[in-house]
């Protein structure tokens, strides 16, 4: 369990912060950079959740704590030593990803196949959800670019893949079942 009674420490003052594993480093490292995005998106999915109800929140929710999940995943690295960690860490995992090719899967059969690009906005929600869209995409070429360097869960790369697709496809569905995206003119203003 997570306890916070004081919520400024000072110990980021001189630019360094703490990995999940007690490791110091720059504040800007790419590591901090890709969990730290994944905090910006969740933040995100928050404003999203505002404008949804039902099934579209409920989901959402789940991506929110889907998200801290990811965070501890990614600000964890030394995955070959999480067999000798005091606890083990908490790692994004294959269900995850299962989970929202599902949801990615139930939504989009309910969807018109596109015939063009579409702009992101129509309704609120779906304008919002195109923002968590993109978000998850900078995320997942952080975390990609992260890999190259040091290692990273495959699973939580997956994981980010499959999230902005399923921003995408809910953003379709938020617009009256796809009848009210914008689409995409090309040329429209030459």
């Known amino acids: 369990m997570v306890v916070l009674n004081k919520i400024y420490t000072k110990t980021g003052d001189a630019g ?15 590591r901090v950079t890709a969990y730290g995005t994944t905090d910006e998106l969740n933040a995100f999915v928050g404003m999203a959740r505002l404008e949804a109800s039902g099934d579209m929140d409920a989901q959402l929710e789940r991506i929110q704590n889907d998200l801290f999940d990811l965070g501890a995943d990614l600000c964890r690295p030394d995955m070959e030593k999480d067999a000798e960690a005091e606890y083990p860490p908490l790692r994004i995992i294959a269900s995850q990803v299962t989970r929202l090719e599902s949801e990615i899967d139930a939504m989009n059969a309910n969807l018109e196949a596109l015939r063009s690009f579409i702009l992101p906005g129509g309704s609120r929600l779906a304008a919002a959800l ?18 190259t360097m040091e290692a990273v869960n495959p699973e939580a790369v997956k994981y980010l893949n499959r999230l902005s697709d399923w921003f995408f496809v809910a953003a379709r569905t938020a617009n009256n079942g796809g009848k009210d995206d914008v689409l995409w003119v090309p040329g429209a203003n030459r």
């Open 16 to 30: 360094e912060t703490a990995l999940g594993n007690g490791a110091r480093v720059a504040k800007h490292a790419m």
């Open 130 to 147: 195109h923002v968590c869209r993109t978000v998850a995409r900078r995320a997942e070429r952080l975390s990609v670019e992260l890999a």
